[in-house]
């Protein structure tokens, strides 16, 4: 499935109309109701309104938890290395939170799990990468290797950026350019 198909411009919308509402309030569930109020109305599709609301509150999430490591970071709460660790989270770790807070119907198990949540970080990764964001979905990570899924790195490659990029540096610069 390609993320660049016409009908899926609405996630990459979506996610450049969330990344500015967070930078003017610094609020990741005030920019998730922004970016809803502007974009759904865009939308006709059901299926596509629940994946688009699935996509920002993924995003959402990535965001808390980063903001919140960088909090505690910088407060000498936890080190370095383990700031990098907090602001990752695993697909399961993803889907069970996403079911908890926001009841999204995310599966938990098995390869299902990964092809949608890696979809959705898909769309959270084109659609920063189109606005000069970092590349929030790599902080999305597998179990076993702690290392995002393989779409990550065939965006990085495709997109031309260094296989050695690291999300978490990229999204340390962008929270402290914009006061975190």
């Known amino acids: 499935m390609s993320i660049l198909k016409p ?3 609405i996630y990459l919308r979506g996610v450049n109309s969330l990344l500015e509402a967070f930078e003017k309030s610094k609020n990741p569930e005030e ?6 109020k502007k974009n759904e ?3 006709q599709n059901e299926e596509r309104k ?4 699935r996509t920002l509150r993924l995003l959402q999430l990535l965001l808390e938890r980063a903001v919140q ?11 370095k290395n383990e700031y990098w660790r907090s602001m990752r989270i695993t697909y399961k770790d993803a889907a ?17 799990l990964g092809r949608h949540l890696g979809t959705l970080a898909g769309y959270i990764n084109y659609g920063a ?38 999300v978490e540096e990229d999204v340390n610069n962008y929270l402290e350019k914009l006061g975190f």
């Open 69 to 79: 490591a960088r909090k505690m970071f910088r407060e000498g709460v936890i080190s």
């Open 7 to 9: 009908e899926n411009l």
């Open 129 to 166: 990468f189109v606005g000069s964001k970092p590349l929030f979905g790599g902080l999305l990570v597998r179990k076993d290797t702690l290392k995002p899924g393989p779409g990550f790195e065939n965006l990085v490659e495709k997109i031309g950026l260094e296989l050695s990029y690291r």
């Open 96 to 112: 069970i939170e996403l079911n908890n807070r926001w009841n999204l119907d995310i599966c938990t198990k098995g390869n299902r």
């Open 41 to 43: 109305v865009l939308e």
């Open 31 to 36: 920019a998730f109701k922004e970016a809803i």
């Open 50 to 53: 629940i994946e688009l609301v």
